[in-house]
């Protein structure tokens, strides 16, 4: 393969190298790292044939630490991108030189849409086990809690949020928003914890398993305390009277 035909195609000077893979070239489309896309474009009898190189499924892997979810993810991607996804690896056969835009682009979007909705899924599934997790635990406290999950409320803003949540404790109102180390989980619980009415009247937690990143932590420190699920557990929930 030479990298003069797939800029060409193109039509742009995206980076583009050989490997021992094919050519390697970057794309617009990137990971929820980010990080950009690459594909591998290689000669082929029929054309040119363009691929992951199982890049995607790595990266769901790596992120999700779930192979099952990055693979049927993966799988529903490729359909749409007219791509196909089979020994872990997507691809698809340009036939000239002339589709290679068109295979570059569908590889490098099935690869990206296919990653971000296995990471949202492997996140909303430890999300609920997180959220039953920390129900288990102030249902069984000797501090009598009353719990009511999926809690709904209208914030500052006039919008309709939605908190996993909310402890009644004496003449206290605790919301609660479980979080895992996902830019979609961190953006919405951040969203809804600081548009929240009543703050003076409500105490406001950001629960978290799993580690965060600094980062992280002090951005939702900003509207909520920030506190870890051992720290509820080690305390039977008495951590969360404590403001």
Not at 76 to 89: L, N, P, V
Not at 159 to 173: A, E
Not at 186 to 211: F, G, M, N, P, Q
Request: with cysteine; charged share 25%; proline share 2%.
């Amino acid at each position: 393969m030479k990298c003069d035909l797939i800029i060409k195609a193109l039509h742009l000077a995206d980076e583009c190298q050989e490997t021992s893979r094919g050519s390697k070239v970057r794309t617009h489309c990137l990971y929820p790292s980010f990080e950009a896309v690459f594909v591998y474009v290689q000669s082929h009898p029929h054309g040119f044939m363009v691929t992951d190189a199982g890049d995607a499924l790595n990266r769901a892997w790596l992120h999700g630490r779930d192979e099952s979810f990055g693979k049927r993810h993966l799988k529903q991607s490729a359909r749409h991108f007219g791509c196909e996804f089979k020994h872990g690896q997507l691809s698809i056969l340009a036939p000239s030189d002339e589709w290679l835009a068109q295979a570059i682009a569908a590889v490098a979007n099935a690869a990206a849409e296919g990653v971000n909705a296995s990471i949202r899924h492997t996140g909303q599934s430890n999300e609920r086990k997180l959220i039953s997790r920390v129900y288990d635990v102030v249902k069984g406290s000797p501090y009598g809690f009353d719990a009511t999950l999926d809690y709904s409320a209208v914030g500052k803003s006039g919008k309709t949020h939605h908190y996993d949540m909310l402890l009644s404790h004496n003449n206290d109102q605790i919301l609660i928003n479980v979080v895992v180390p996902h830019a979609n989980s961190i953006a919405a619980k951040y969203l809804a914890l600081s548009d929240a009415t009543d703050v003076r009247s409500r105490l406001k937690y950001a629960v978290y398993d799993k580690e965060l990143t600094r980062e992280d932590k002090v951005l939702l420190s900003n509207v909520a305390d920030v506190l870890p699920y051992k720290a509820i557990v080690e305390t039977s929930g008495k951590a969360l009277l404590v403001h």
